[in-house]
């Protein structure tokens, strides 16, 4: 069983910045993918992005990439989403996601894919 809890979302004006933080604990960790998604009102749940917690790997939605980055801190049980250039369009609630099999990287958009998940932290963009 794996816990995660975010934190760090918030109101902010366009063009601001967030970090978003996911503590995972539970089961160790090195073959996880771990993955952010977000979920706007009357809006499916979306892939934001992922990371293999083993390497690093990183993978983005196309709407995301340049301005978003997502890492890891192994020490810390922690992943990251830092968010720059925010947009009145990325605001929703953002969900951290986690799978124990980092495999095969195609699914990893996909939020069937993952087993666990937090229970989401509101970001808004005010435009």
């Known amino acids: 069983q794996v816990q995660l809890v975010e934190s760090g979302g918030g109101l902010v004006q366009a063009g601001d910045s967030l970090r978003l933080s996911c503590v995972a604990s539970g089961r160790a960790k090195s073959n996880y993918v771990m993955g952010w998604f977000r979920q706007a009102p009357g809006k499916e749940r979306e892939f934001v992005a992922g990371i293999r917690w083993s390497g690093g790997s990183t993978y983005y939605a196309d709407s995301v990439k340049g301005r978003f980055t997502i890492s890891r801190d192994n020490a810390r049980n922690t992943v990251y989403l830092q968010m720059n250039s925010l947009k009145h369009e990325d605001t929703a609630v953002y969900y951290c996601?986690?799978?124990?099999?980092?495999?095969?990287?195609?699914?990893?958009?996909?939020?069937?894919?993952?087993?666990?998940w937090g229970q989401g932290t509101q970001v808004t963009v005010s435009s």
């Open positions: 996601a986690a799978d124990g099999n980092a495999g095969n990287s195609n699914f990893y958009t996909h939020q069937g894919y993952y087993e666990y």
